[in-house]
């Protein structure tokens, strides 16, 4: 059987990575049981692509999981920040208390302040 194209066994070996323990399984089982999930097809010419593509798998899932757990956090982190971000209401421009001359204080009806 020929060698199927690289995104076909990339596809299946998502799938297979997914299913199996690869702490426990050598690469050799790995393609030998890829292999038999591809209906017998002959990997040996692709075992450096296969490697490689393992290590791609488990380093994208590795950051899925990361971006998972620091979602949560972020989601925290972001809400906390908005918290800080929000000005502080203060007594400025129109609500502030400002001192104003006698003469004024006198047009406006007001005491000084």
Same mark, same amino acid.
């Given at each position: *059987?020929?060698?199927?194209?690289?995104?076909?066994?990339?596809? +299946?070996? @998502?799938?297979?990575?997914?299913?199996?323990?690869? !702490? &426990?399984?050598?690469?050799?089982?790995?393609?030998?049981? /890829?292999?038999?999930? *591809?209906?017998?097809?002959? /990997?040996?010419?692709?075992? +450096?692509?296969?490697?490689?593509?393992? &290590? $791609?798998?488990?380093?994208? *899932?590795?950051?899925?999981? !990361?971006?998972?757990?620091?979602?949560? $956090?972020?989601?925290? @982190?972001?809400?906390? $920040?908005? $918290?800080?971000?929000?000005?502080?209401?203060?007594?400025?421009?129109? &609500?502030?208390?400002?001192?104003?001359?006698?003469?004024?204080?006198?047009? /406006?009806? +007001?005491?000084?302040?």
């Amino acid at each position: *059987m020929s060698t199927p194209p690289d995104h076909v066994i990339r596809a +299946k070996m @998502e799938k297979l990575v997914a299913k199996v323990d690869l !702490e &426990t399984m050598t690469t050799k089982q790995f393609i030998s049981l /890829l292999s038999k999930k *591809m209906d017998g097809a002959d /990997l040996s010419k692709k075992k +450096k692509f296969i490697k490689a593509s393992i &290590t $791609e798998i488990l380093d994208a *899932m590795a950051e899925e999981e !990361e971006d998972s757990a620091s979602s949560g $956090e972020e989601e925290e @982190e972001s809400s906390e $920040e908005e $918290e800080e971000q929000k000005p502080k209401k203060r007594n400025s421009g129109l &609500t502030a208390v400002k001192l104003i001359s006698d003469d004024m204080a006198a047009i /406006l009806g +007001k005491g000084k302040k």
